[in-house]
């Protein structure tokens, strides 16, 4: 019966390829041209998703590919934190019309785990007057990995964004909550008969409350001088006495000024920020302060842009440091709108909180170590379209780092040969990391959209023997195909390279090799009205039980259903 299923699946995803090569074949003059445009207000056309897999956490990193926007969940994994320049603001030009618009699309769902999805989101404005967003997301499973101890999954959040237009000023406002709980299910409760396990100490929770409140400066005439005044601020916990609380206030001020006559435009500017983190747990506490202050100078000359700038970091942790980072952005536009080429440098400090690492590996133990780092970057690549169906970028970049994380088992309490390695910490390490991306996209019509992206990533460390838990490579396709006005087909698939674990069960400690693995999605939308949608997706169409981290292994196919209802 089991291989009648994958047959009949293998036939289905076969004749999505054939349709998608056939349509991404036609005659140029086929296909419509595909222009950008950026709006304040826009009309909210929603479109129905497919059940989104928890493979770590509930939740989904989700990339868009214009004519139709289809998306999907990514397995929850970042490479190392890259620091990228501010980008210049360009001057906010609004047209004295107003129009008014409101927009509610409600989706609900379930999956052959159990798995009750809700999604609902309300967008409501005025042109150049006010703009007000509401986004309420719930995802939980119930069904368990057989052999493993219990995994139920939840991801809850409210996300509230408020934007309002003054004749010179721009002021927003947000709010969120979100509530996520897992289990530590990283072990086989029949390997371990006679340990009494504290069900309490196997739950996890993380609750974070944030607010930010921002104005910026909306002046038609780029003489005047421009600027942007923000202040973010959460309060995160977990079930185990574990809390962060960070407050951040960062600003931007920028003025065109006539330095030379040799440039086409030139602009002086000064951004900074002022950071705090107050973090503890049930060993210890501590408070830092971060303080960072960029002049920067950006200017034109025919087909050279370029940002230059003077990064001084000032950290008060453990100790007091003081530190500077030169920055540097060049772009050459080879071929106006076709063709443009970049490189630089750049630097910073940054911290790996707690919230960030929780993020990533919801089994972390409330008790890791978090870690100031501090980074410099050189990089370079190209970036263009062709016309405006096919839009490339490639880069290669190679970071210095002081104190990277990496995600390692270990127990949980004190260390004893009858406790599984069921938790994880982060340890840190000293080195350098080279890498190369690429991503390509193609947009054929309103109908055919593709995506392809790739990563490659080669660490050179210090002390530790692997980059343990990071991918050497990833790769992601996508294919969204309407084949009517009604009916809309999409396919996605994740390959993840080779990844490195630390086994410290056995003596002395080993390295681990986990395989590389494929993850296939596929779905449909079907659109019954204007108003009602139904959607069906599978998961991990192959059925593999591959380990994203060490000892957790994933749930296999998955089926999820459901409806959307637009008002």
């Known amino acids: 019966m089991k291989t009648r299923i994958i047959n009949i699946i293998s036939i289905v995803i076969v004749v999505l390829i054939s349709t998608v090569v056939a349509q991404a074949q036609q005659p140029e003059g086929t296909s419509t041209s595909h222009n950008e445009q950026v709006t304040i207000i826009s009309s909210f056309d929603p479109s129905i998703n497919q059940a989104y897999k928890i493979n770590t956490t509930p939740g989904e990193m989700i990339f868009n590919i ?76 119930f069904k368990n990995i057989k052999d493993y101890s219990p995994s139920p999954e939840t991801n809850a959040y409210l996300d509230l964004n408020y934007r309002k237009f003054f004749k010179y000023h721009i002021f927003d406002a947000g709010f969120k909550y979100a509530l996520r709980t897992n289990r530590y299910y990283g072990f086989k409760p029949d390997d371990y008969t006679n340990v009494l396990f504290d069900d309490d100490r196997l739950k996890q929770s993380f609750n974070l409350a944030k607010i930010k409140l921002g104005i910026s400066s909306n002046y038609s005439n780029n003489k005047k001088l421009n600027h942007s005044v923000g202040i973010e601020s959460y309060y995160y916990f977990d079930k185990h006495s574990t809390s962060e609380t960070y407050a951040n206030l960062d600003f931007d001020i920028h003025k065109n000024f006539d330095v030379s006559d040799m440039l086409d435009y030139q602009e002086l500017g000064l951004s900074g920020e002022l950071t705090y983190y107050g973090n503890s747990d049930s060993i210890v506490s501590n408070n830092d302060i971060f303080v960072s202050a960029t002049p920067y100078f950006t ?82 690549g190209i970036r263009g379209n062709i016309s405006q169906k096919v839009n490339f970028s490639a880069q290669v970049y190679w970071q210095k780092f002081n104190d990277m994380f990496f995600f390692i088992n270990v127990q949980d309490g004190m260390s004893s040969p009858l406790l599984p390695y069921n938790k994880f910490t982060a340890v840190y390490d000293e080195g350098s990391l080279f890498g190369i991306t690429g991503e390509v996209t193609y947009s054929a019509s309103d109908k055919l959209n593709l995506l392809v992206k790739a990563e490659l990533n080669t660490y050179s460390l210090d002390s530790l023997s692997e980059a343990y838990h990071k991918p050497s490579s990833k790769v992601k396709l996508g294919v969204s195909y309407k084949v009517t006005e009604k009916i809309t087909i999409w396919s996605e698939l994740y390959y993840y390279g080779k990844r490195t674990a630390l086994d410290l069960s056995t003596l002395p400690e080993s390295n681990v090799d986990l395989d590389a693995f494929i993850d296939l999605n596929a779905g449909i939308d079907y659109k019954l009205t204007d108003s009602f949608s139904v959607f069906l997706s599978i998961n991990n169409i192959l059925n593999t039980d591959y380990q994203r981290y060490y000892n957790y292994p994933v749930h296999g196919i998955q089926i999820m259903g459901g409806l959307i209802y637009k008002f």
């Open 66 to 141: 214009d004519k139709p926007v289809f998306t999907y969940q990514s397995l929850d994994i970042h490479q190392p934190t890259e620091i990228t320049l501010n980008p210049i603001k360009p001057v906010v030009i609004n047209a004295d019309k107003k129009t008014s618009a409101t927009n509610n699309s409600l989706k609900l769902g379930v999956g052959s785990l159990f798995s009750p999805y809700l999604d609902f989101f309300h967008s409501s404005g005025k042109k150049n007057d006010y703009r007000f967003d509401a986004h309420v997301y719930q995802l939980s499973t």
């Open 299 to 380: 200017g034109k000359y025919g087909m050279f842009n370029f940002y230059l700038g003077l990064n001084f970091n000032l950290l008060s942790a453990n100790s007091t440091n003081f530190y500077f980072y030169p920055i540097l952005d060049v772009n050459v536009n080879l071929v106006p709108e076709v063709l443009t080429v970049f490189a630089g440098i750049d630097g910073g400090v940054q911290k790996h909180s707690y919230l960030e690492l929780s993020e990533l590996n919801p089994w972390i133990g409330s008790t890791t170590p978090l870690m100031w780092d501090r980074m410099f970057k050189a990089y370079g």
